[in-house]
Antibody
Framework: QITLKESGPTLVKPTQTLTLTCTFS??????????VGWIRQPPGKALEWLAL???????RYSPSLKSRLTITKDTSKNQVVLTMTNMDPVDTATYYC????????????WGQGTLVTVSS | QSVLTQPPSVSAAPGQKVTISCSGS????????VSWYQQLPGTAPKLLIY???KRPSGIPDRFSGSKSGTSATLGITGLQTGDEADYYC????????????FGGGTKLTVL
């Protein structure tokens, strides 16, 4: 059974760096073809894909946010970490992590999400 | 502004049928598989349709998907009040800046 859970601060100040952790079970990021992505959703708005990391450490980023994002993995801890620099109130959103297989064109398992508010 | 275009809202009565469209381009829908996600109020998105028209285990056959050219469609028959949710299409965009893209979402109201 695959599960994912996001964790991190609920409140960050403008200009600060956000660090979110996705802790998962039921699969390994050392297994060929496995990937984990991050997607966010501002309140009342649409989903926005942020980043993806694969078992072979291949990383993909949203072109519009690439300069602010870093995604890493810790295979031994079954965790994926997303950092986003220079946070702004417009970055207030629920942040989700999700599982994907490189051969599949979809995200099949999602975490429950974590709401991050950016405010001074 | 989302790369994939969906109608903001659709509505229909219980028992009726509704379709939700998702329009893109040759760099995304035109050359890649489309997936659909259902987001019930206050919950995380859930995979509803993958590879244009396949249903994950546990998804009733009231839900269907199709794709033609650069557009995709989600169909829901026998509407139930429990189907009230936001629906999102998604696919890979193979342009120079390859990335995953979602539609703007469609709110389904079952009257």
């Amino acid at each position: 059974q695959i599960t994912l859970k996001e964790s991190g601060p609920t409140l960050v100040k403008p200009t600060q760096t956000l660090t979110l952790t996705c802790t998962f079970s039921g699969f390994s990021l050392s297994t060929s073809g496995v990937g984990v992505g991050w997607i966010r959703q501002p309140p009342g708005k649409a989903l926005e894909w942020l980043a993806l990391i694969y078992w072979d450490d291949d990383k993909r980023y949203s072109p519009s946010l690439k300069s602010r994002l870093t995604i890493t993995k810790d295979t031994s801890k079954n965790q994926v970490v997303l950092t986003m620099t220079n946070m702004d109130p417009v970055d207030t959103a629920t942040y989700y992590c999700a599982h994907r297989m490189v051969a599949n064109h979809y995200f099949d398992y999602w975490g429950q999400g974590t709401l991050v508010t950016v405010s001074s | 502004q989302s790369v994939l275009t969906q109608p903001p809202s659709v509505s229909a009565a219980p028992g009726q049928k509704v379709t939700i469209s998702c329009s893109g381009s040759s760099s995304n829908i035109g050359n890649n598989y489309v997936s659909w996600y259902q987001q019930l109020p206050g919950t995380a998105p859930k995979l509803l349709i993958y590879d244009n028209n396949k249903r994950p285990s546990g998804i009733p056959d009231r839900f269907s998907g199709s794709k033609s050219g650069t557009s995709a469609t989600l169909g829901i028959t026998g509407l139930q009040t429990g189907d009230e949710a936001d629906y999102y299409c998604g696919t890979w965009d193979s342009s120079l800046s390859a990335n995953w893209v979602f539609g703007g979402g469609t709110k389904l109201t079952v009257l």
